[in-house]
């Protein structure tokens, strides 16, 4: 599968939902670090746990975060929290959830806050 990635700058670009099976195509696309913007069982059974990814992300070298934000509830914590993992984060770094839409939005919002 071809995963649909939005670059937003130089080291930050989103996607939609990732799978275990996404991992070694995000690696070797050089990505160097995984945020999980989703929480767990949101989309129901079919959507990977974040234990999942990150078990498949570490074993390929990437390093990963889960900041789980509900839609259209962005707290400003969770913002910290995201400014600080993605600012030791080896780059470039990729964030999901399930559209991109709240990984993207998350960023920007770091960003307005350095």
């Known amino acids: 599968m071809t995963i649909q990635i939005t ?3 130089d080291d930050f670009s ?3 939902q990732i799978s275990v099976e996404d ?13 999980n913007n989703r929480p ?3 989309g129901g059974g079919d959507q990977p746990t974040s ?3 990150k078990a498949v992300a570490e074993a390929l070298g990437l390093t990963y975060n889960h900041i789980p934000v509900i839609p259209n509830n962005i707290q400003v914590e969770q ?11 080896p780059k470039p770094v990729l964030g999901f959830c399930r559209t991109g839409n709240r990984a993207g939005s ?3 919002l770091a960003q307005v806050g350095k």
Do not use: R
């Open 106 to 108: 998350i960023f920007k």
């Open 7 to 9: 670059k937003l700058s």
């Open 40 to 42: 767990d069982n949101e």
């Open 14 to 16: 989103t996607a939609p």
């Open 79 to 89: 913002v910290a929290t995201f400014a600080t993992a993605y600012a030791v984060a």
């Open 23 to 35: 991992i070694a195509e995000i690696a070797q696309l050089g990505f160097k670090a995984i945020i």
């Open 51 to 53: 234990s999942q990814l």
